[in-house]
């Protein structure tokens, strides 16, 4: 295991900087997703960690240890890619052992540990099969074997899943975070998929334009969004956002007033204008609850519950409700929304209130 410590580190191409000064701090055995859309400084960083990028500025320790201008080898770390890349003429056995040969690592303990990580992959019976002969899921846990025989510090995955079809995602999502926990190695995991930044990670970092929006574990993410974008990006579907007043105890719409719990009138007071949140799965009764008309534009029946994509005041709202919900487009409905679990964002600075 070990602590990574990033301290102040950029990265500049010419004149343009991608990623600002940046300070992260991993845990011994964290199991870290960096998580945003394209283009936020996701990959860049993970490559920096990796040595595969050099730093314009900063320092990167990795187990205490200055690694800022360590070549990736010297790093003790193991990369897992997008694409898997195999060696296409090589057996199972072989693609899995290749690095250790390639290290000069005595034949019995690569076949040990080629073993080993067979059995903890569930790979035995395709040992001797070429990388054609194989799935896509099973494909990538040789990618994995490859990177665990060498029992790195750092295991460092590059949107490892992406190739996958829905179902092998959710399957291999599931076998990546069991194996780091009973392997106990620090993983620092990027995807721009916020559905599994949530069910993988201890902790999840929000990244945009180079930057840390938040950094938090999962549930904190969804219950206390540090600012508008990181409530936007965490959720599916995504949260609902319409321009309000506080008022009086309640939140103003355009031609509608929803009551506030006594606690959050007592906290908000008269704030004036703000950003109303709300998520979808959160139009449900409540102690606190209230009614918002919407005009319904589209009906996606999902089978334990149905989306309602409607239309409040000239905002899009979503509402998830009961599956035998009546609703009809294009003829107002009313549905309850939970106002204890309701959101307020400052309208200039997006940040949370």
Do not use: W
Request: charged content about 25%.
């Amino acid at each position: 295991m070990a602590h990574v410590e990033m301290e102040q580190v950029s990265k500049s191409f010419g004149t343009a900087t991608v990623i600002p000064p940046l300070d992260l701090s991993i845990r011994d055995g964290e199991f870290l997703v960096l998580v945003g859309p394209s283009g936020c400084g996701k990959t860049t960083t993970l490559r920096m960690l990796a040595g595969l990028e050099t730093v314009s500025g900063g320092r990167i320790a990795i187990g205490g240890r200055d690694v800022t201008h360590a070549r990736p080898g010297e790093r003790d770390i193991a990369m897992v890619f997008q694409n898997y890349a195999l060696y296409p003429h090589m057996t199972v056995r072989d693609n899995i052992g290749y690095a250790m040969r390639v290290h000069g690592t005595d034949r019995g303990t690569i076949d040990a540990r080629v073993a080993e990580a067979s059995r903890l992959l569930g790979l035995e019976p395709y040992l001797d099969r070429k990388p054609r002969n194989l799935s896509g899921g099973q494909r990538q846990r040789v990618a994995i074997g490859r990177a665990l025989v060498r029992h790195p510090q750092v295991f460092l995955f590059d949107e490892p899943l992406s190739n996958l079809d829905a179902k092998l995602r959710v399957e291999m999502r599931t076998e990546i975070k069991l194996l780091q926990r009973r392997l106990g190695t620090t993983a620092v995991y990027v995807t721009h998929d916020q559905v599994e930044a949530m069910t993988m990670a201890d902790r999840v970092v929000v990244m945009r334009a180079g930057v840390i929006e938040q950094a938090a574990d999962p549930i904190t993410l969804y219950e206390r969004p540090a600012n508008r974008f990181v409530a936007n990006f965490i959720g599916s579907p995504a949260m609902n956002f319409l321009p309000a007043r506080i008022e009086r105890g309640a939140v103003h719409l355009v031609s509608q007033v929803l009551p506030l719990p006594p606690e959050e009138a007592a906290r908000l007071r008269e704030r004036g204008d703000v950003l109303f949140g709300i998520r979808p799965e959160h139009m449900r009764p409540s102690a606190h609850q209230a009614s918002l008309t919407l005009e319904p534009r589209a009906i996606e029946p999902l089978g334990p519950h149905t989306l309602v994509l409607g239309d409040v005041g000239g905002h899009r709202v979503t509402a998830q409700v009961d599956p035998r919900f009546p609703v009809q487009v294009g003829q107002p409905c009313v549905v309850t929304v939970d106002m204890t679990q309701a959101h307020f964002f400052d309208p200039v600075t997006e940040a949370r209130l």
